[in-house]
């Protein structure tokens, strides 16, 4: 079945800086790659979801890049924020039924 | 914003004990879902639910485990004799028709399950 590995398991930055998260799935035929963040003791929010057909994908501060060939795909965040602290878990997912498959999450520390 | 509302935000009961998680998915969602997450750990999948039958469950999802639709609006998972692992944040999460795409995951705030 699919395996996502996540990576780093801890990110710290400096606010301002960029921030870059790194998730690579075992299944060609996945074709749905969301990202969550998990403030504490709340419920996962999406921020950013790509699908298979795209390589790349921005919204203001974060962009989302994935690449089929490697499998593999990335967060990034730039011009952190303290508010950006949190725990960001990748997914994957294939075919309609959408039964997500997680990353084990990382930890995003922004620095003042 | 209409949202995935799950009762109670927490529940402690005694190992053993049957327990009842409900959930009101958003109004017009088709796709029902529930995932669990152990404190500090990922989120894991347990069970999918459409057209009121069962459409994919995990290993997780053993036979402690039932999910129930008993009415328009409401969607519980019921644990059977709990044990001490089950200890868990439990998440409803719901979404409409169309593609995991153009449809995503809606998320409820959880249930926090504690067996002692």
């Known amino acids: 079945g699919e395996n996502v590995e996540q990576h780093p398991s801890t990110l710290s930055v400096q606010e301002g800086d960029s921030a870059v998260i790194k998730c690579t799935y075992s299944?060609?035929?996945?074709?749905?790659f969301p990202w969550y963040k998990q403030e504490l003791g709340k419920r996962p929010q999406l921020i950013i979801d790509?699908?298979?057909n795209v390589g790349e994908k921005k919204d203001q501060r974060i962009a989302v890049t994935l690449n089929k060939t490697a499998k593999h795909f990335s967060l990034h965040i730039t011009e952190t924020q303290p508010e950006d602290s949190a725990v960001y878990f990748c997914?994957?997912?294939?075919?309609?039924?959408?039964?997500?498959?997680w990353g084990a999450g990382t930890k995003l520390i922004i620095k003042p | 914003e209409p949202e995935v509302t799950q009762t109670p935000s927490h529940q402690v009961t005694q190992m053993g004990q049957e327990v009842i998680l409900r959930c009101v998915p958003i109004?017009?969602?088709?796709?029902f879902y529930w995932y669990r997450q152990i404190l500090g750990q990922k989120v894991e999948f347990l069970v999918s639910?459409?057209?009121?039958?069962?459409?994919?469950k995990s290993e997780i999802f053993d036979d402690q485990f039932s999910v129930e639709r008993p009415d328009g609006s409401n969607f519980t998972l019921k644990i059977r004799s709990t044990k001490l692992e089950d200890s868990a944040m439990y998440f409803c999460?719901?979404?409409?028709?169309?593609?995991?795409?153009?449809?995503?995951?809606?998320f409820g705030n959880g249930t926090r399950l504690t067996v002692t």
């Open positions: 999460a719901s979404r409409g028709e169309g593609s995991s795409y153009n449809s995503p995951l809606h």
């Open positions: 109004s017009n969602h088709l796709y």
């Open positions: 639910f459409y057209n009121n039958e069962i459409s994919e």
């Open positions: 299944d060609s035929a996945s074709n749905y």
């Open positions: 790509i699908r298979s």
């Open positions: 997914a994957a997912s294939k075919g309609s039924n959408y039964q997500l498959i």
